[in-house]
């Protein structure tokens, strides 16, 4: 189960529907063997395309190389679909490299980017696609 607070949670939906009709995504860092997301960090989808993300490879280096300094972990990786339901597409799957990750996919491909959306978070290991349950909490 992902447990989110939510702040990240409305973070992660405004991310979404900002860079609506291109999809969103970034991290969510939390500290090392916790499993508990703590730090937003929205990247920039190099791909700027409505149909696929890209994270760039001089900004995603850069972060892992921040998270390995506050002895941080990916704990959880988003992006936005903007055309299609929020589950895991076969790219999505093979560019799964966080088998400790959560993987959470926002839809927004009936709004427009404004109306409601699809939030499911799911774990990708080794190319199997399980989803789980979102606990959303207050934030502190």
Do not use: K, W
Not at 55 to 84: G, K, N, W
Not at 116 to 136: K, M, W
């Amino acid at each position: 189960m992902l447990t989110i607070t939510q702040a990240l949670y409305d973070r992660i939906v405004a991310h979404a529907r900002a860079d609506h009709p291109d999809e969103a995504c970034g991290v969510i860092a939390g500290p090392a063997g916790s499993g508990r997301p703590e730090r937003f960090v929205p990247m920039l989808n190099a791909a700027r395309s409505p149909t696929f993300y890209e994270f760039d490879s001089t900004d995603l280096l850069a972060l892992y190389r921040e998270m390995d300094d506050r002895d941080e972990e990916p704990v959880v990786i988003y992006h936005s679909h903007t055309a299609t339901e929020a589950y895991p597409s076969r790219t999505d799957v093979s560019y799964a490299g966080e088998p400790g990750a959560h993987y959470v996919l926002v839809s927004t491909a009936d709004t427009d980017g404004g109306g409601p959306f699809q939030f499911r978070s799911f774990r990708i290991v080794d190319g199997e696609i399980t989803e789980e349950d979102v606990r959303v909490v207050p934030s502190s």
